[in-house]
């Protein structure tokens, strides 16, 4: 029997994650061949996968963890992708995950949930700006392509609203450049940006947690899903460097999957991952500790009678 505090963990999911796609389900199917239309379905998926992906692998993976080299053609186009996300520019995200690694759940945490949980899904954006330390940002002041796309960010944002604008208009006159930019360019982004936040909020509340991390950082699945591998956060931060966040083979990661495909290509090269006898090192010890927490707290036992 699913006890409250499951209950009310997969209630929260189901209302922050899982809702609104439902409720964006029945809005397509209602408005079918009148408001939405092939196009705009196509535009939407597509366009959410690459700029998750930009954002998972170029901004997060890549440019923020080092997980893989790539040469500068590859590096702008998936800095491009992220950057299309609108999400902000490629050198403030990475520095800003980099101090939220460097301050996971404790001062000074950008987005943690201790100080509440609706603050790290979004109302951290709403706070004035910090200054981001040089200790964060100095690293890229070499990467030029980083530092390239950093500056023309709003170039890049406008290119991922002219793409669904255009080929709608190309394809069904106003009418389609239209649709094309409410699904392809406004939904998707809304999209995009809730399945990140969840990242920040979901995953660092409720989920599994099977690496001893000094900090609250979860593994859930349906983040994971809709993430393509970001949701495997514990796994993440337990193993920050790793180009591959769905470390059992049961934890589907999209991104590592694109990721080893781009390394056949070579496309990439020197891709981190994590070593399995370190990491079976890890989970021994976290259980062990686990173990001698429970055992602290059982009960003495009774004397026996004489």
């Given at each position: 029997?699913?006890?409250?505090?499951?209950?009310?963990r997969r209630l929260?999911?189901?209302?922050?994650?899982?809702?609104?796609?439902?409720?964006?389900?029945?809005?397509?199917?209602?408005?079918?061949?009148?408001?939405?239309?092939?196009?705009?379905?196509?535009?939407?998926?597509?366009?959410?996968?690459?700029?998750?992906?930009?954002?998972?692998?170029?901004?997060?993976?890549?440019?923020?963890?080092?997980?893989?080299?790539?040469?500068?053609?590859?590096?702008?186009?998936?800095?491009?992708?992220?950057?299309?996300?609108?999400?902000?520019?490629?050198?403030?995200?990475?520095?800003?995950?980099l101090?939220?690694?460097?301050?996971?759940?404790?001062?000074?945490?950008?987005?943690?949930?201790?100080?509440?949980?609706?603050?790290?899904?979004?109302?951290?954006?709403?706070?004035t700006?910090?200054?981001?330390?040089?200790l964060?940002?100095?690293?890229?002041?070499?990467?030029?392509?980083?530092?390239?796309?950093?500056?023309?960010?709003?170039?890049?944002?406008?290119?991922?609203?002219?793409i669904?604008?255009?080929?709608?208009?190309?394809?069904?006159?106003?009418?389609?450049?239209?649709?094309?930019?409410?699904?392809?360019?406004?939904?998707?982004?809304?999209?995009?940006?809730?399945?990140?936040?969840?990242?920040?909020?979901?995953?660092?509340?409720?989920?599994?947690?099977?690496?001893?991390?000094?900090?609250?950082?979860?593994?859930?699945w349906?983040?994971?899903?809709?993430?393509?591998?970001?949701g495997?956060?514990?796994?993440?931060?337990?193993?920050?460097?790793?180009?591959?966040?769905?470390?059992?083979?049961?934890?589907?990661?999209?991104?590592a999957?694109?990721?080893?495909?781009?390394?056949?290509?070579?496309?990439?090269?020197?891709?981190?991952?994590?070593?399995?006898?370190?990491?079976?090192?890890?989970?021994?010890?976290?259980?062990?500790?686990?173990?001698?927490?429970?055992?602290?707290?059982?009960?003495?036992?009774?004397?026996?009678?004489?």
């Amino acid at each position: 029997m699913v006890g409250p505090k499951e209950f009310f963990r997969r209630l929260l999911i189901l209302f922050i994650v899982v809702a609104p796609l439902a409720a964006l389900v029945v809005g397509i199917i209602q408005l079918w061949n009148r408001w939405v239309g092939p196009t705009d379905l196509v535009l939407l998926i597509s366009l959410y996968a690459l700029t998750v992906l930009g954002i998972g692998i170029g901004f997060h993976r890549m440019l923020t963890h080092k997980g893989f080299d790539a040469p500068a053609p590859v590096r702008f186009v998936l800095l491009v992708l992220g950057s299309m996300a609108v999400e902000g520019p490629a050198v403030e995200w990475a520095a800003t995950h980099l101090k939220h690694h460097a301050k996971s759940d404790k001062d000074g945490d950008p987005h943690s949930p201790l100080e509440g949980f609706w603050h790290a899904h979004f109302g951290w954006l709403f706070r004035t700006p910090e200054v981001l330390e040089e200790l964060y940002g100095r690293q890229f002041k070499d990467d030029r392509v980083a530092q390239f796309v950093h500056r023309t960010f709003f170039l890049w944002v406008s290119l991922g609203l002219a793409i669904p604008l255009v080929v709608g208009f190309l394809l069904g006159g106003w009418m389609g450049a239209f649709t094309g930019i409410v699904w392809g360019g406004f939904v998707r982004v809304g999209l995009v940006h809730h399945v990140t936040w969840s990242v920040n909020s979901i995953c660092h509340t409720f989920g599994r947690q099977p690496f001893e991390t000094p900090d609250r950082s979860k593994n859930e699945w349906i983040v994971g899903l809709l993430a393509f591998g970001e949701g495997w956060h514990n796994n993440h931060h337990a193993f920050p460097r790793s180009a591959v966040h769905g470390l059992r083979w049961y934890q589907f990661d999209l991104s590592a999957y694109v990721i080893w495909i781009m390394a056949r290509l070579r496309l990439v090269r020197n891709v981190w991952v994590v070593p399995r006898d370190r990491m079976k090192a890890s989970l021994r010890n976290y259980r062990r500790q686990i173990n001698d927490a429970v055992d602290k707290v059982q009960p003495a036992p009774k004397p026996a009678r004489p």
